[in-house]
């Protein structure tokens, strides 16, 4: 049993519920972060492997870099046609 209840007064949960609810609440913050760097870093290897290796055998020299400045034109929505 309980006293009363002070208006105003939020009643404090038990450190185990609360460090669960951080847990959780940080989880559902890193994970999209996570998967979206996962996602990018997945898109730059695939365009610095298409187009990287084609254009440093045209131009006889690699440029690095390029895959990221491609994912950036990409994300961007300025891709080159």
């Known amino acids: 049993m309980t006293g009363p209840r002070i208006p105003g007064t939020a009643r404090r949960s038990p450190l185990p519920r609360r460090l669960r609810r951080y847990f959780v609440v940080g989880l559902i913050v ?3 972060v996570g998967l979206t760097i996962s996602v990018l870093n997945w898109v730059f290897q695939r365009m610095d492997g298409l187009l990287g290796r084609p254009l440093e055998q045209a131009l006889g020299f690699r440029i690095p870099g390029l895959g990221f ?4 034109l990409e994300v961007r929505g300025r891709w080159p046609s």
């Open 30 to 32: 890193i994970a999209p």
């Open 69 to 72: 400045i491609l994912l950036a």
